[in-house]
């Protein structure tokens, strides 16, 4: 099996492939062929080449800092001691402590790890962040673990990290198959290993918390809405009236049903959706709320009595405006981007379009919101849930939303200016624009010693 052909079905990177058992409903097998990693680091190469940057800053670039893999024991509830394997990468913090997300799911890798490390320096230097880059995860499904099992991974996961992680150091937050709940047992294993005197200025070690233990209104949905706005930025520059259009989502968990649900309020009719269990079609619209509510409680939308179940390649086909992969990465291959039927791709998920499905949709004319900037309202809420932790304040829900939407729209102009005045596509003016950033301090601090 090719990569290109089916990207659906050869789930990513680097090693031998190998059978990863799949979520309940599922009966695929993931092969390991897809390169996730060299594929960010060819787009690093790209927009280095596009900003002249200094050979030093991109050969710092090309590799994270330090990679950590942990392989932890812990007892589960039939009394067996299972290993996990856990892994944290720090790309890079010259512009601030590391920051990134925590994915719990059987295909992480190391190669994928880094990759999405790196991606975290460039959305941060983008967004002008204080943060740099790092990404973490442990290789398991979430979903075929019991509730104090799922805690004790992740409480001992924690602690393995120790001092790897802190609140000016490296901030972890939710990523594919972890949440708030996983951020507060993260935060209180944490503040349990500092110390009772420390225990109140730890706070900020993790962000994406519930909201009664340190988090912040308006960071549930915050990758959702910043990519919400970006929409409706690219609405007003194409002149495009979102009242009345239609968009399908793959992915209906944080970023995809917030995405559909604040977008409903547009105007903007969901009319297909997928994601691990699926796909489902209803040409009158799903209702976003409803679909959200049976996923928080079923945990996929298998079974959902609003729409007709179809397969993969028909939800690609589905005629619809806009098309939001909120799911893995290498989703959309040649195929997948021949069968779009789409004026433009929001990629809430990190890398959904590998770089030959995107060769043919910009040859075939559909715009691109490039996952380094459309998913970076998360991170950037993140960093304002950091500063009212600092600074023990809570910011209403509306500051937090007004303050994103000035981010996103400032975020979004630059990188639709620097793409028209250099002729490039987006993804480079959103990798050139934060290396540049990114270089503008090495120049200027140079290197130890
Ligand atoms: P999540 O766990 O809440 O949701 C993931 C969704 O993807 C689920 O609906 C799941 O069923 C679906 N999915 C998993 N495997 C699939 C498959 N093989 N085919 C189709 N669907 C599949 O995770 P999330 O936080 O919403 O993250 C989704 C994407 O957005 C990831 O790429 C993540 O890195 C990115 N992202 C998340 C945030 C955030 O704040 N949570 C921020 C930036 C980027």
Redesign the pocket.
């Given at each position: 099996m090719k990569p290109s052909d089916s990207p659906?079905e050869t789930?990513k990177t680097s090693t031998a492939p190998s059978a990863i058992p799949?979520?309940p409903g599922?009966s695929?097998t993931?092969i390991k062929e897809y390169d996730f990693f060299k594929v960010v680091q060819d787009y690093l190469d790209r927009a280095a080449r596009t900003v002249d940057l200094q050979e030093f800053v991109r050969t710092i670039l090309s590799q994270p800092k330090n990679e950590l893999i942990i392989n932890f024991p812990v007892r589960m509830d039939s009394g067996e001691v299972r290993l996990f394997k856990g892994y944290r990468v720090q790309h890079n913090n010259l512009l601030g402590p590391f920051k990134g997300?925590m994915?719990?799911?059987p295909?992480v890798t190391l190669d994928d790890v880094k990759a999405?490390a790196a991606m975290m320096t460039w959305?941060c230097a983008l967004m002008r962040v204080p943060f740099g880059g790092g990404k973490g995860g442990i290789k398991f499904d979430p979903h075929s673990v019991s509730k104090s099992e799922l805690q004790r991974i992740t409480r001992r996961f924690t602690h393995a990290l120790g001092e790897n992680i802190g609140p000016e150091y490296d901030i972890p937050?939710?990523?594919?198959?972890?949440?708030s709940q996983t951020m507060a047992w993260m935060m209180d294993t944490y503040s349990n290993m500092v110390g009772a005197a420390n225990k109140q200025t730890v706070k900020g070690v993790v962000t994406?918390k519930p909201v009664a233990s340190g988090g912040t209104l308006g960071?549930a949905k915050?990758?959702?809405q910043g990519a919400v706005f970006c929409i409706v930025e690219w609405a007003k520059e194409k002149a495009f009236d979102l009242e009345g259009s239609t968009m399908t989502v793959?992915?209906?968990?944080?970023?995809?049903?917030?995405l559909a649900v604040i977008l409903s309020r547009l105007g903007v009719s969901t009319i297909a959706v997928?994601?691990?269990?699926g796909?489902l079609v209803n040409p009158e619209g799903f209702n976003a709320h409803k679909l959200q509510d049976w996923?928080e409680e079923h945990?996929?939308?298998a079974g959902y009595p609003g729409g007709k179940a179809i397969t993969?390649e028909e939800f690609f086909r589905t005629k619809a405006d806009i098309f939001a992969?909120?799911?893995?990465?290498n989703?959309i291959g040649e195929n997948e981007a021949k069968w779009l039927d789409c004026k433009m791709i929001v990629e809430?998920?990190?890398?959904?379009t590998n770089p030959a499905g995107e060769k043919i949709l910009l040859e075939r004319g559909v715009d691109i919101l490039p996952?380094v900037l459309a998913?970076?309202?998360?991170?950037t809420v993140?960093y304002y849930e950091w500063v009212q932790n600092k600074r023990s304040e809570s910011w209403t829900e509306e500051e937090v939303d007004g303050k994103l939407e000035r981010a996103m729209t400032r975020a979004y102009r630059e990188v639709a200016d620097f793409a028209r005045q250099n002729k490039v596509d987006r993804r480079t003016a959103a990798y050139a624009l934060a290396l540049s950033r990114i270089e503008a301090v090495y120049k200027e601090r140079e290197i130890f010693p």
């Open positions: 659906s789930l799949m979520p599922s695929r993931i997300g994915r719990f799911h295909s999405l959305k937050a939710p990523d594919v198959g972890t949440n994406g960071r915050a990758t959702g793959q992915g209906f968990g944080n970023v995809g049903s917030h997928g994601d691990h269990s796909y996923v945990g996929s939308i993969r992969p909120c799911a893995l990465e989703q809430g998920a990190n890398g959904p996952d998913n970076s309202g998360g991170v993140s």
